[in-house]
């Protein structure tokens, strides 16, 4: 598995279970959140790796972690009321999930902000992917 098949997994659930239920915008990508309605940010940071078994040279497993960022963007007066569930929605796609080599953990928010005219939160997963070659 490489960093694009792990973005490519990720990126493909997400589609799938997120179902259109607000606009998405993805790592990289020009974004504007819709300042009329609610809308996301998926972006995938991966991270440090580690070689967890011992053997022949090129052959051994390698697990590299990383964190999946969900940024909810709601109108800033609707409040909190308008952002809960789609947090909950967001995690609940991802929580303790395996697919497509991606093994997810427990997702929760770990930030929550004003930036008028939107109120935003964070929805972070961590995440690990092995791979064979160390």
């Known amino acids: 598995m490489t960093l694009t098949t792990e973005y490519d997994a990720i990126e493909a659930r997400f589609d799938t279970q997120w179902a259109g239920a607000t606009p998405v915008g993805y790592s990289g990508q020009e974004f504007t959140p819709t300042a009329a309605g609610n809308s996301v940010r998926l972006t995938v940071m991966s991270g440090g790796a580690d070689q967890m078994s011992a ?58 902000r004003e930036e008028p005219p939107f109120l935003i939160w964070n929805v972070i997963c961590p995440f690990e992917r092995d791979e064979f070659n160390g």
């Open 55 to 112: 053997g022949d040279p090129g052959n051994n497993v390698v697990r590299h972690v990383g964190l999946i960022v969900i940024e909810i963007f709601v109108p800033g007066g609707d409040g909190e009321v308008a952002v809960r569930p789609l947090a909950d929605n967001a995690m609940d796609i991802f929580r303790n999930q395996i697919f497509g080599g991606v093994r997810c953990r427990v997702p929760y928010v770990s930030a929550h």
